[in-house]
DNA sequence: GTGGCTGCAAATGTTTTGCATCCGT
DNA sequence: ACGGATGCAAAACATTTGCAGCCAC
């Protein structure tokens, strides 16, 4: 389920945070690119739509204070930009995990639920004496569209 | 096998580049620090313990040639740092693929050899249709060292 | 000798910070 | 009305680039 407004407010004020017009505009722009993987300035620029007098200082501080809700998530694709996107706070425990595939043609990233790591997890744990708590996974491919125009052998 | 000091001169001059001492002393610094993950500042401050006058936009070029001759990998641990280690040109094809695991405690990063992950990814395939050609895994945990400080479960 | 390589400094691009003002509580 | 939040500009930070001079070939 999604965070809204209202859990959005409250948690809030449950932190002792202000409710600003900035922060609800950096929710709900987040909240209608739902699946994307957002850099700062392509939130900032969202935001900017329906408030264009916020200032990408509030973006960035807003994004931090988010990461530090556990409301975002940040995401590195390696391509240079840190992104964000918005969590699953409210998800079972065990679907929290999700992975990233990307396309390495055109770039699309496709999230992916499912956690399909523990028992790679218990080998590495066997062979390390790592006692692993979490895990990032990055899938580097070509998605359903581009393998049409590559050589898949 | 470690790259060595003759087969990186041979390299260079196969690909018409030129052996100047910079390019050699960043390969040096690079193979003293064999199993770490450096950043470019800290290749710099290496390298200016035997070559005080080499320039800091030097060792980034070099860096930059060495992941284009697949010398070094490039490694993001996620910390704000983009980190650099000699790569294993010379491995086996089946071993190339090592992951990360880093101490959430200690900030220790350990490389660990051997691909897992094959069944893994058939999986993913099967689940999404993404055509998967490589992968980047970084388990988060604590080392055998930290363990012991940890209340773990 | 020539073209690639280097060092330096300046430019770039992203993120952070200082500070006066503003506004949510 | 108090203190946190904001907007702006400046600073900070890692990395790249332009250019004159240098050195490997």
Not at 7 to 35: C, H, M, P, Y
């Amino acid at each position: 389920m999604q965070l809204d407004r209202e859990k959005f407010i409250r948690l809030l004020r449950e932190k002792g945070l202000k409710v600003t017009t900035q922060r609800l505009a950096v929710l709900t722009a987040l909240s209608k690119k739902q699946d994307s993987h957002l850099t700062a300035e392509e939130i900032y620029e969202l935001v900017k739509v329906e408030s264009p007098d916020i200032g990408l200082a509030t973006v960035y501080r807003t994004i931090q204070m988010l990461l530090e809700l556990k409301i975002v998530d940040r995401i590195y694709l390696d391509d240079g930009y840190v992104r964000y996107e918005l969590g699953h706070v409210y998800e079972d425990e065990d679907s929290h995990h999700h992975h990233h595939l990307i396309c390495v043609k055109c770039g699309r990233v496709m999230s992916f639920q499912g956690d399909l790591m523990e028992e790679f997890e218990k080998r590495m744990e066997e062979k390390t004496g790592f006692f692993i708590q979490d895990h990032d996974v990055k899938l580097y491919g070509y998605c359903v569209d581009c393998q049409k125009d590559v050589d898949v052998k």
